[in-house]
C-alpha cells in the first residue's frame, strides 16, 4: 500500500529506501508496508506544524520509510483526508474527532469517519488570546464590540470553537481566518484587534510576536473559565509561566486534547513500529516542539471518542498496561 504525499506543501522530505525484509527493533516483516508516508499537520507558524514535522522525521530515520509532513487545514481536514487514505497519518483533537465521527465535520456532512485511527496521545491544545499591549485590552471584557478576531484557518479547532467561545463569554466580534503567521503579522500592522489561539504552547507565531513587539496574553477569570468547560469539551488549564517571555505567572485558560491518527488500513506491525519510534523516546520528541513534554504512554486514556488502530492499541496494552476493550479496537 502507498499513501501518495500530497502536492501542495511538503515541509519535510526525508529520503529513504524501503527495507523490505531487513529486521528492525520493532520487528522484522515489512509486508505491505507503505514506501512513504505523509503527516497532515496544520498552517505554517502553528503548532501542528513543528510538531508533526518532528515526529515524521523521527519516524521516517527509525524505521527507514521517506516521511515528511504536509501543511493541511488542522484537525477536520486531517480527519477527512486520513479517513478517505489521501493521507497515511494526521493530527487531530478530541472535539473535532467526535464531531467527524458523528458525521458532522463540514468538509463531508453526513458522512462518518470511522477510518481515521487513534494512534498516540501529543499533547493539550490551551485556548489562549493575545493582543498587542498598544490596544489596551487587558482581559476579555475589555475586547470591545465588533472587534476583529483572527481565529486561525478556516475548520481548524481553533476556528471550531473559539468563536462559539467567545459568543458564550459575550463577546460580539468581526470573524477572520488564516494561517497563523499571517494572522500574527496582521495583528502587528493592526488589521486585527486580537488573535484566539488553540494551539500547543508555546505557539511559533506568539513567540516570534512578543521578539519584535509588546504583546498582551490574556487568561480567562475563573468565572470565564467554568462556562467554558461547563458548556464545550474542554477541561481547565494553566499555561506556565515559563513559556513566553511576556508572562509573570501561571494563564488561566482551558484545553482540549490532541491525538496523532492513523488511516485504520495501514498493517498492525507498521503502526506498532511508528508508535514505538514516538512513545519510546520523549526527549528526542521533546528536541522538535516542547509541547511534546506531555507524549508520553500514560495518558493513552486521553482518546474518549476514536476507535484505536490495532497496533497502536497492542502498543499500548504491552508497553502501558492499557487494558483497551475490543470494541474500541477497529476490526476490517
Excluded at 479517513?83 to 465521527?101: C, D, K, N, V
Excluded at 463531508?108 to 498598544?134: D, E, H, K, R, W
Aim: glycine share 10%.
Amino acid at each position: 500500500m502507498t499513501f501518495p504525499v500530497a502536492a501542495r506543501v511538503a515541509a519535510l522530505a526525508v529520503t529513504a529506501a524501503v527495507a523490505v525484509g531487513v529486521a528492525t527493533d520493532a520487528h522484522a516483516e515489512r509486508e505491505g508496508w507503505p514506501e512513504s508516508f505523509t503527516v497532515g499537520t496544520g498552517s505554517q507558524g502553528g503548532t501542528y506544524f513543528g510538531y508533526g514535522s518532528g515526529w515524521a522525521g523521527i519516524v521516517s530515520e527509525a524505521l527507514d520509510v521517506s516521511g515528511g509532513a504536509e501543511v493541511t487545514g488542522g484537525p477536520m481536514q486531517n480527519m477527512a483526508l486520513v479517513h478517505a487514505g489521501q493521507l497515511a497519518f494526521g493530527m487531530t483533537t478530541m472535539g473535532p474527532a467526535a464531531e467527524s465521527i458523528a458525521g458532522s465535520n463540514p468538509i463531508a456532512p453526513g458522512l462518518t469517519m470511522t477510518n481515521a485511527c487513534a494512534m498516540f496521545p501529543m499533547y493539550q491544545t490551551p485556548f489562549s488570546i493575545t493582543a498587542l499591549s498598544s490596544s489596551g485590552i487587558t482581559s476579555v471584557d475589555e475586547i470591545p464590540e465588533g472587534a476583529r478576531i483572527g481565529f486561525g484557518p478556516a475548520g481548524s479547532t481553533s476556528d471550531t470553537y473559539f468563536p462559539r467561545m467567545m459568543t458564550e463569554l459575550g463577546v460580539e466580534f468581526d470573524r477572520r481566518n488564516g494561517g497563523w503567521s499571517d494572522l500574527g503579522g496582521q495583528l502587528q500592522d493592526g488589521l486585527l484587534d486580537v488573535i484566539a489561539f488553540a494551539a500547543g504552547v508555546p505557539v511559533p507565531a506568539v513567540s516570534q510576536l512578543e521578539v519584535q513587539t509588546d504583546i498582551n496574553i490574556i487568561e480567562f477569570t475563573e468565572d470565564e473559565q467554568a462556562k467554558i468547560t461547563e458548556a464545550f469539551p474542554v477541561a481547565n488549564f494553566d499555561i506556565a509561566a515559563d513559556t513566553y517571555t511576556t508572562l509573570e505567572g501561571p494563564a488561566r485558560s482551558v484545553s482540549m486534547w490532541n491525538f496523532a491518527i492513523a488511516n485504520c488500513d495501514l498493517p498492525e506491525d507498521f503502526i506498532y513500529a511508528v508508535v514505538d519510534a514516538v512513545m519510546s523516546d520523549n526527549e528526542r520528541m521533546v528536541s522538535t516542539h516542547r509541547a511534546a513534554r506531555s507524549t508520553l504512554p500514560e495518558f493513552w486514556d486521553r482518546n474518549t471518542v476514536m476507535p484505536w488502530h490495532p497496533g497502536a492499541a497492542r502498543w499500548f496494552a504491552e508497553n502501558a498496561g492499557a487494558d483497551i476493550p475490543a470494541s474500541l479496537i477497529h476490526s476490517n
